[in-house]
Structure formats: structure tokens, C-alpha cells
């Protein structure tokens, strides 16, 4: 069965840095856009940046653009997100998410807390 396992997140101090990381398995990684996506404390679910099949090609949110860098290594099953300058507004769940047409995601992991505080 398809799986995504994120992991990789924790507390930072504000101008710190993580990497999240996001096992796939269950399906051919490399047949997907593979997406990140936070929902912060009371808030709704924002995406955050997105990963052709290939890494090649990858697009952001404007709140994240460059701070965070998203990549994947098909050989592994893994994708990766870079975040730096971490700010207290990055604070949320951190969900990796399959992306199908139209840009909408059928599977999602189970989630991974960043804090940034100080």
C-alpha cells in the first residue's frame, strides 16, 4: 500500500534551519509530482512547493521562495525539504503529499511538527 513517512522536524530558533525528509513507498516514486504542504496552529492547509517526476523542474509558494528548497532522489523513494531563515510564521505540520492531476493530492503522511521559536 502506498505509504509517506515524514521526518526531519522539531524546534528551531528563528533564523535557524531544517531538513525534512519524506520515505515513499508502495507506488513508483518516480511516476509523481511530489508536493509539501503545512497547515500552521488554527489555520487551513497551505501549499508550500511542488517537484516534477524528474526534480528538474519545482515552483514555490511566495512566502517560502528563497528560504526553502524542495528536492527529491527517486533511487532512495525520498523527497526532501531545505528550509532555511526559518521565521515563528513557519510553524505548522509539515505533510508530504502525492499530487495527481489538476493538482490536487490522493495520499498524504501522517505529518511532522516544526516549531520556530526562540
Known amino acids: 500500500q502506498v505509504q509517506l513517512v515524514e521526518s526531519g522536524g522539531g524546534l528551531v530558533q528563528p533564523g535557524g534551519s531544517l531538513r525534512l525528509s519524506c520515505a515513499a513507498s508502495?507506488?513508483?516514486?518516480?511516476?509523481?509530482?511530489m508536493a509539501w504542504v503545512r497547515q500552521a496552529p488554527g489555520k487551513g492547509l497551505e501549499w508550500v512547493s511542488r517537484?516534477?517526476?524528474?526534480?528538474?523542474?519545482?515552483y514555490s509558494a511566495d512566502s517560502v521562495k528563497g528560504r526553502f528548497t524542495i528536492s527529491r532522489d527517486n533511487a532512495k523513494n525520498t523527497l526532501y525539504l531545505q528550509m532555511n531563515s526559518l521565521k515563528s510564521e513557519d510553524t505548522a505540520v509539515y505533510y508530504c503529499a502525492r499530487e495527481v492531476p489538476a493538482a490536487q493530492y490522493d495520499y498524504w503522511g501522517q505529518g511532522t511538527q516544526v516549531t520556530v521559536s526562540s
Open positions: 508502495g507506488f513508483t516514486v518516480s511516476s509523481y509530482w
Open positions: 517537484i516534477s517526476t524528474s526534480g528538474q523542474t519545482t
